[in-house]
């Protein structure tokens, strides 16, 4: 975990309420805390196309920065279909729908648990 206040579980669920507003989808949090030395969660979420890819980022940034938390590192563009940000305890993934089934994370991580971050949300499923 980083030297901030907020655990990791939460900056997962700040991320994910971020998604959730700017209309991500098929939004997933694995849980690699067992089974990694170098993040606790990844986040995966699907945005339509690279607009959106831009707003999900961006709305993750700034949800991440009025807790005071940058973004340790960046890579890839929404032309890309695929931005990966590395906030060290949670690295968020945002696909286009091509870039998902291509890279294909979520069968990779399978058998990871996932974090129910449902009631997390007020209502909001994910």
């Not at 949800?63 to 690295?91: E, F, N």
């Not at 968020?92 to 994370?105: E, T």
Request: charged share 20%.
């Amino acid at each position: 975990m980083n030297h901030t206040q907020i655990e990791s579980t939460e900056l997962a669920k700040i991320i994910v309420r971020s998604l959730v507003d700017k209309k991500g989808s098929d939004i997933k949090v694995y849980d690699v805390r067992n089974n990694s030395s170098i993040t606790d969660f990844h986040v995966l979420a699907t945005g339509m196309n690279p607009p959106h890819l831009k707003a999900l980022f961006n709305e993750a940034r700034l949800q991440m920065k009025t807790h005071d938390l940058a973004c340790y590192r960046k890579a890839g563009t929404p032309d890309s279909g695929w931005i990966v940000a590395d906030y060290i305890d949670v690295v968020v993934h945002l696909f286009n729908p091509d870039a998902r089934q291509y890279y294909a994370l979520d069968v990779l991580w399978k058998d990871m648990p996932q974090l129910d971050i449902g009631a997390g949300l007020a209502g909001v499923t994910v």
